[in-house]
């Protein structure tokens, strides 16, 4: 089991920016990816950014490219999103989770909350 623990959330006003931080522990993976998702309310939970792991590769959804970016600590098991420019749209619910390559299930953290005002 997997432990995912987020912090970093707030509230900003459009334009700013803010640092979401997840670290992992518990058991250990060799091939796995890490990624950021989010809810806002009465919407389903959407992807936000990916990496894998051990290669740093990263994918963003198109609402974010250009505003945010994923990036990992190895040495702290974390993983971060830097998001820049942030819109009123960006305010949800943001979730870390861990995938298994192999798996299509991933591990969830407990959600930081992002509001961004206009």
């Known amino acids: 089991q997997v432990q995912l623990v987020e912090s970093g959330g707030g509230l900003v006003q459009a334009g700013g920016s803010l640092r979401l931080s997840c670290a992992a522990s518990g058991r250990t993976f060799s091939s796995f990816s890490m990624g950021w998702f989010r809810q806002a309310p009465g919407k389903e939970r959407e992807f936000v950014a990916s990496i894998r792991w051990n290669f740093g590769s990263t994918d963003y959804a198109d609402s974010v490219k250009g505003r945010f970016s994923i990036s990992r600590d190895a040495a702290k098991n974390t993983v971060y999103l830097q998001m820049n420019s942030l819109k009123p749209e960006d305010t949800a619910v943001y979730y870390c989770?861990?995938?298994?390559?192999?798996?299509?299930?991933?591990?969830w953290g407990q959600g930081t909350q992002v509001t961004v005002s206009s």
């Open positions: 989770a861990l995938q298994v390559l192999g798996r299509n299930s991933w591990d």
